[in-house]
């Protein structure tokens, strides 16, 4: 289904959590052994209270995709990945494992600064529920773009907690436009923006405690 967005939270500059919230004693970040990561890529996480770190998630290289077991919520991008001008960025993202409540996963473009306190870029996420998300990172806020909301174009995890849904942000000269499993979800004007450039560093997120292979990930003009 498609829709129009009518007022971004950019204006707004409300900061709110990036997923729904959750009981750190119910669901307490699990530690995974890093393995090292893949050649030019690094991992940025969120924990602001430094309590994590890159050792505690797992980023490896498998077949011709990446597996990603988390660990803390992290984004996760390769210094090759640089999203410019009309461009489209695309992953099929594989759900292995139902986690204790929804979590998300999904791609982000406009990275700056993203090994600094000013770290800024805008995320599409799904999860396992059959919601999709968008936000804004602008150091350790998040300003929704649009908050969680009910798609038929994402697939929601069976019984075993398994799902695969492939996700793609497209930009036009003037436009910003949302896809899941090539169905399109959501579109806006860059100018609603109001500012944030999505030029800028491309890659991968994943939200704490999920297993997760990505294939098909890259960028085409």
Known sequence: M?????TLALLAAVPVAAQQPQSQEKDPTVKVKSTGL??????????????YTVDDTRFVSMGSGYHVTSGPAAVYYSK????????TIGGSFRQTKAPMHPEAY??????????????QY???????????????????????????TESAAVKKQDDAGVATNALAIQTTKDSVLLSVNGQRVQSFAKSALHGFVTDGQAGIRVNHN?????????IRK
């Open 2 to 6: 498609r829709k129009t967005l009518v």
């Open 38 to 51: 893949p050649a030019g890529w690094t991992v940025r996480l969120d924990d602001k209270e430094r309590r």
């Open 80 to 87: 090759n990945d640089v999203f410019t001008g009309p461009s």
């Open 106 to 119: 999904g791609l982000f473009i406009g990275g700056s600064k993203l090994d600094t306190p000013e770290q």
């Open 122 to 148: 805008m995320y599409f996420l799904v999860r396992g529920d059959g919601k999709y998300f968008v936000a804004h990172r602008a150091g350790s806020e998040v300003h929704k773009i649009v908050d969680w």
């Open 210 to 218: 999920l297993d997760v292979h990505v294939a098909d990930f890259g």
